[in-house]
């Protein structure tokens, strides 16, 4: 949903409801993975072998996520920027910490398995709402078309602080994780209800002013 702000068609209000998935993965050499989180739920899975000696980290997070935006377009480039901030509700979360050989022995005498973390929607270790700041650039590409570049940031952690613990010592906190979501997204839009006419408008060289397609200020209803 856009709201123009001004008869110059300059500024505007925009609102959207998106479902995003966001997440996080990383590898960790031996023997710096060799952590677990305090009080978290261990799931043997022999289904997710290792083929390599590194140890993985798997976040995915699914909200329904509303954000809510002010724009400037200039009216010759139409080369726009917008800020903001979002709310978004968690649907679906999946976690697994550890994905390694060293957890069983199989018919071979090989070792192999994972270790998994199970949490849910409904667990106190995700929050449910996610709060964030946003930046926006839309680039033109033909009319209606352009290329949306967006920055986000979340003002408050989206769960709670976990403390690591090594393996071999269970009691000196190997590293601290307090999660933010920091996420790029590229995007092809269309805007279907924006009227365009082309522009006339030249100096004295008889060079265009601006783009070749410029919305027309008279489809708009105040």
């Not at 997070?61 to 400037?72: A, G, K, M, R, V």
Request: charged residues 30%.
């Amino acid at each position: 949903m856009k709201l123009m702000l001004d008869r110059k068609q300059r500024f505007s209000a925009t609102m959207e409801l998106l479902y995003t998935q966001k997440g996080a993965a990383k590898r960790y050499p031996f023997p710096a993975g060799m952590e677990i989180a305090k009080n978290d739920i261990e799931l043997i899975d022999p289904r997710y072998e290792e083929v390599d000696k590194n140890f993985l980290y798997k976040l995915r997070t699914d909200y329904l996520e509303i954000p809510l935006l002010f724009h400037y377009e200039d009216p010759k480039s139409k080369f726009g920027i917008g800020i903001g901030i979002s709310w978004a509700r968690l649907v679906y979360i999946k976690e697994m910490q550890h994905d390694y050989r060293g957890l069983m022995l199989d018919t071979a005498n090989n070792m192999k398995g994972s270790r998994r973390l199970t949490t849910s929607v409904n667990s106190s270790r995700y929050n449910k709402n996610d709060w964030g700041i946003m930046a926006d650039v839309k680039i033109p590409i033909y009319k209606g078309l352009k290329f949306n570049f967006r920055f986000q940031y979340s003002f408050v952690p989206f769960g709670e602080k976990r403390e690591f613990f090594a393996r071999i010592d269970d009691e000196t906190p190997s590293s601290i994780r307090k999660p933010f979501h920091n996420t790029l997204t590229f995007r092809i839009i269309y805007s279907f209800n924006e009227k365009y006419i082309e522009n006339n408008n030249y100096d004295k060289e008889g060079k265009r002013i601006g783009p070749r397609w410029i919305r027309n200020p008279e489809a708009m209803k105040w």
